[in-house]
């Protein structure tokens, strides 16, 4: 009502004025309303962008002048900044993604050319050359994507086409301007618990204890939960995370890795939940806390060489500065569409995380999770494994505010206590 009462005005004063007064006076009073007036359109005509991108200082030195290998435009390594209309949502193509594309194989073999030389294949789509000896993981020479072949056509970044199969044994598929690597490697099975912990609150404040210190009390208890879970021996591999700041959502995470050909994740979810709802009794404690519990499949992540396997142990991919930069983010029920999944590298911060922290922190792996509830509200966690990231916690100074400023989600900075 407020927008035509003005543009109805307008043209009033507009049709008033041209009749009386002096020209020189009327006249550019006229113009001045009527160019203020201009600039109340109709919310229509605005177009508004969803995610913005900041652009932190990047070193001053060129791309010719590093020697540290670069997959594409999408590394931070080096070079000047780019220009201001390339910071704001810019468009993703083909070379800002790291090569090549690791596609992990379902149980059930693909409809492709049998291979009885080795357990995995090496594709590649290089205008019809011959395709190149199949490798492993460890042998990866480039940062690349690690898709599930069946959450492919959901999570491989918008823009990319699925690779397709050869149309027949002697020829591949021939793209230009493309050479898109594709290989094929087991799949390992395995599926992630994490459990999300807020802090512990008195259910007597009045009576509570100055020297009690209730975030002291939850890490011992979330330690004591962990080593039961090691001893027990039903997760591959497992870690606890503690939060590097104050008055955070999510102070301590529990990471768990579950092997399902040998242990049911149902089951382990059940126990763990159990053994959690005892040990942080609000009865026996006296305090409180939301424990987040769910299942997750690993369905993409983007690993830095050397790669390593999700089932390999942390105690041994770990050193004294690891460090994670966790995000936590949630979606109503069917509000997990395939476009949307297809852009995960621009809500969730990962193509931001890739471009634009500084190569001090040594990012290792960028992984996204999303739960495995066949109901309700789909939870999604992005962790950015870095491994010199405690050495000098500065290099996140002007990440981290960017990436929170995007207003999707949590993201904290996490150091690990305790692995097995």
């Not at 309303?33 to 177009?47: D, N, S, V």
């Not at 789509?125 to 460890?138: Q, T």
């Not at 590097?244 to 242990?263: D, L």
């Not at 395939?338 to 995960?344: A, S, Y």
Request: aromatic residues 8%; contains cysteine; positive net charge.
């Amino acid at each position: 009502m407020n927008l035509m009462f003005r543009k109805n005005f307008r043209e009033q004063k507009s049709r008033t004025i041209s009749g009386k007064g002096p020209k020189g006076s009327v006249g550019r009073h006229a113009s001045k309303r009527c160019t203020r007036e201009q600039g109340y359109t109709p919310i229509e005509e605005h177009h508004y962008r969803t995610h913005l991108f900041f652009s932190p200082p990047r070193c001053s030195y060129s791309q010719e002048d590093s020697d540290e290998p670069r997959c594409g435009p999408m590394t931070g390594a080096g070079g000047e900044p780019p220009p201001l209309s390339a910071t704001i949502s810019p468009a993703m193509t083909e070379s800002d993604l790291p090569q090549p594309l690791v596609i992990r194989s379902p149980s059930v073999s693909l409809k492709w050319p049998p291979n009885k030389g080795t357990p995995s294949r090496q594709v590649s789509f290089n205008n019809g050359n011959v395709p190149e000896v199949a490798r492993s993981l460890s042998g990866l020479e480039k940062d690349c994507f690690i898709i599930p072949v069946h959450s492919l056509d959901r999570f491989l970044p918008a823009g990319v086409p699925i690779p397709k199969p050869p149309v027949n044994g002697n020829s591949l598929e021939k793209r230009s301007n493309n050479n898109l690597q594709v290989m094929e490697v087991p799949d390992p099975k395995l599926c992630v618990l994490c459990h999300l912990m807020s802090p512990l609150e008195p259910i007597d404040p009045i009576l509570e204890s100055p020297l009690v210190q209730p975030l002291f009390k939850q890490r011992v208890t979330a330690g004591e939960l962990v080593n039961e879970v090691s001893m027990a021996k039903t997760a591959v591999t497992g870690m606890l995370l503690a939060n590097m700041e104050r008055n955070a959502e999510f102070p301590f995470i529990s990471y768990y890795v579950i092997n399902t050909s040998q242990t049911n994740p149902v089951i382990f979810y059940n126990n763990l939940r159990t053994a959690s709802l005892t040990k942080f009794d609000p009865r026996v404690t006296r305090y409180t806390a939301a424990h987040t519990l769910d299942l997750y499949s690993e369905v993409a992540s983007i690993c830095r060489p050397p790669i390593h396997e999700i089932g390999v142990p942390i105690t041994k991919t770990h050193n004294a500065n690891t460090g994670y930069i966790i995000s936590v983010y949630k979606v109503f029920e069917g509000d997990d569409r395939e476009k949307f999944e297809r852009n995960w590298l621009y809500w969730t911060g990962a193509r931001m995380i890739y471009r634009y922290l500084p190569p001090q922190a040594g990012l290792r792996k960028i992984s996204l999770h999303k739960s495995l509830s066949p109901k309700g509200d789909k939870m999604y966690i992005l962790m950015c494994e870095c491994s010199n990231l405690l050495h000098d916690i500065t290099v996140c100074a002007l990440l981290l505010p960017a990436l929170r400023a995007r207003l999707t989600g949590y993201t904290g900075l996490f150091r690990p206590l305790q692995a097995f």
